[in-house]
């Protein structure tokens, strides 16, 4: 089992930024990729960036440019560097992390990012 905890959500204002931080535990295996999904009011979860341990990237077409993930992997930390947030950004964001030897995926409790003015 993985267990993944996440913070750093928060209100902000259009244009602002924020920084999400995921720490995962447990049965932690080296093949995996991690990331990071949201789900705003009334909508599907959608992927919005992913990174492999080897550091290996990719973004929804909505958040490239805008926000930059990334890893620590002696720490089991993923961070998700958000900036010029829109309030199309406002959702839960979920960390996902997907072990690719006796595969699973496991997943966080959420934190809200809610942006207004």
């Known amino acids: 089992q993985v267990q993944l905890v996440e913070s750093g959500g928060g209100l902000v204002q259009p244009g602002g930024s924020l920084r999400l931080s995921c720490a995962a535990s447990g049965s932690i295996s080296s093949a995996n990729i991690m990331g990071w999904h949201r789900q705003a009011p009334g909508k599907e979860r959608e992927l919005v960036a992913t990174?492999?341990?080897?550091?290996?990237?990719n973004y929804a077409d909505s958040v490239k440019g805008r926000f930059t993930i990334s890893r620590d992997n002696a720490k089991n930390t993923v961070y998700l560097q958000m900036n010029s947030l829109k309030p199309a950004d406002t959702a839960i964001y979920y960390c996902?992390?997907?072990?690719?030897?006796?595969?699973?995926?496991?997943w966080g409790k959420g934190t809200l990012v809610t942006v207004s003015s």
């Open positions: 990174i492999t341990i080897g550091g290996t990237t």
């Open positions: 996902n992390y997907r072990r690719l030897i006796r595969a699973g995926d496991y």
